[in-house]
């Protein structure tokens, strides 16, 4: 201590490690080593995470559409999201009764548009939630896009509805005819069988000019 080594005075102390300073590098070492290699693993699955995540895996095709109305059917989504513009939708389905519903388009680029432009708008008086469905299409999956819908009060909405009303009161009248037929029928047991017959006969024909009647109505 205080003596002269060279051009430089020398200090002297106790040494901090003892004999087995080798081993405790050695271990120092080791633990570093470990360390890398744990943050090295969990940096692959992070980034592994990432890729597989709906944002950035193109298998997810799928807008789940959340906080609906009850009174929002398959038909007003589809006009809902077709009127947003995002692409070709190829499935539109509604939980009725659950608040939810999903909506498929034809690429992973068009599905983020339309949660982009969907989320936040209002359907049925209430903002509407859109996500990524928590489920990827199968690779190799191929559908054909939806026509587009028909507006609300569109002629071919109003032909399918009077088509549909006609059918329901052919059915109805044809149904009542032929049990006054019945009915008369019946009533006619104790008269005379050329009596029965031709009121049976007159009441047949009235029945098919009912009929036609409405399926010439069902026409126009």
């Known amino acids: 201590m205080g003596q002269w080594l060279g051009n430089r005075q020398i200090r002297c102390n106790w040494a901090t490690k003892g004999a087995n300073s080798g081993e405790d590098q050695l271990t120092s070492d080791s633990k570093s080593i470990a360390d890398v290699n744990n943050n090295f693993t969990a940096e692959n699955a992070k980034q592994k995470s990432n890729e597989d995540a709906p944002e950035n895996n193109p298998l997810y ?8 109305a009850h009174e929002v059917t398959q038909d007003v989504l589809h006009r809902f ?3 947003l513009g995002a692409g070709a939708i190829e499935e539109v389905r509604v939980q009725h009764g659950k608040g939810f519903g999903f909506v ?3 690429n992973h680029a068009e599905t ?22 928590n489920k990827p299409t199968p690779p190799g999956t191929t559908s054909a896009p939806l026509p ?8 071919a909405a109003a032909d399918l509805m009077a088509y549909q009303r006609a059918i329901a009161m052919s059915k109805m009248a044809s149904t009542q005819a032929l049990m006054q037929a019945q009915h008369l029928r019946q009533a006619a047991m104790g008269m005379g069988v050329g009596a029965s017959q031709a009121m049976y006969d007159g009441t047949f024909q009235n029945v098919g000019a009912s009929q ?5 109505l069902m026409y126009y």
């Open 61 to 68: 095709r799928t807008v789940y559409v959340g906080n609906l």
């Open 81 to 83: 999201f077709h009127a």
């Open 104 to 106: 498929k388009y034809s």
């Open 112 to 133: 983020a548009l339309a949660i982009q432009t969907g989320n936040g708008r209002i359907l049925g008086g209430k903002p509407v939630k859109c996500s990524w469905g």
């Open 148 to 155: 587009p819908p028909a507006a609300p009060g569109h002629p």
């Open 212 to 216: 036609q009647q409405q399926q010439q």
